[in-house]
């Protein structure tokens, strides 16, 4: 069992950056690959970026290729995620995951709401 707590969410002008934390609980956390999700009002939910369990291949969806990054520190048990050049669209509850590979996820976060304002 993994338990994931997002957190760094905020208001933000647009250009501006921000960087989302994600804690996970369990002695594990290096075993499972980490992603970000995000969920904009009215929209379903939309794969943002990932990373591999060791963090040496990372992929990102095309909005977000150079300026989202995502990272993690095994030795904290804790996933980043962090946002530059933001815009308006990127408005949404940001949400990270575990999974045992990159393309299936097994735990969710509670979110985080990541607000940009024009």
């Known amino acids: 069992q993994v338990q994931l707590v997002e957190s760094g969410g905020g208001l933000v002008q647009a250009g501006g950056s921000l960087r989302l934390s994600c804690a996970a609980s369990g002695r594990t956390f290096s075993s499972y690959a980490m992603g970000w999700f995000r969920q904009a009002p009215g929209k379903e939910r939309e794969f943002v970026t990932a990373?591999?369990?060791?963090?040496?291949?990372?992929r990102h969806a095309d909005s977000v290729k150079g300026r989202f990054t995502i990272s993690r520190d095994n030795a904290k048990n804790t996933v980043y995620l962090q946002m530059n050049s933001l815009r308006p669209e990127d408005t949404a509850v940001y949400y990270c995951?575990?999974?045992?590979?990159?393309?299936?996820?097994?735990?969710w976060g509670q979110g985080t709401q990541v607000t940009v304002s024009s």
């Open positions: 995951a575990a999974g045992s590979n990159w393309l299936s996820y097994e735990y």
């Open positions: 990373i591999s369990s060791s963090g040496v291949r990372t």
